[in-house]
Nanobody, 124 residues
């Protein structure tokens, strides 16, 4: 069983930055990967970024490429999302996700566990 706990959301002005964290609790293995998704009201979750746990492989959605950076600290069982140059359209609930597979995936259906979500609001 794995549990995920996000933090770091909040209100920021356009052009500002936020850093989200996701702590992983429970039984994890080296062969897994994680991701960030976001969800707008009454819409499907949108892929933001993914990272594997053993190596430096990362992948980003087109809308955040060059502005967001996904990273992890294995010693702290924590994944991060550094969000820079934020735009009002980045306003959403952000979720971290975990899957027992090494390969990266952009599909929410491939993930086994989810955090509770953290609200990010960017004002214009």
């Amino acid at each position: 069983q794995v549990q995920l706990a996000e933090s770091g959301g909040g209100l920021v002005q356009a052009g500002g930055s936020l850093r989200l964290s996701c702590v992983v609790y429970g039984r994890t293995f080296s062969s897994h990967s994680m991701a960030w998704f976001r969800q707008y009201p009454e819409k499907e979750r949108e892929f933001v970024a993914a990272i594997d746990w053993d190596g430096p492989s990362t992948f980003y959605g087109d809308s955040v490429k060059g502005r967001f950076t996904i990273s992890r600290n294995n010693a702290r069982n924590t994944m991060f999302l550094q969000m820079n140059s934020l735009k009002p359209e980045d306003t959403a609930v952000y979720y971290c996700a975990f899957r027992y597979a090494y390969s990266l995936s952009i599909s929410e259906n491939d993930y086994d566990y989810w955090g509770q979500g953290t609200q990010v609001t960017v004002s214009s």
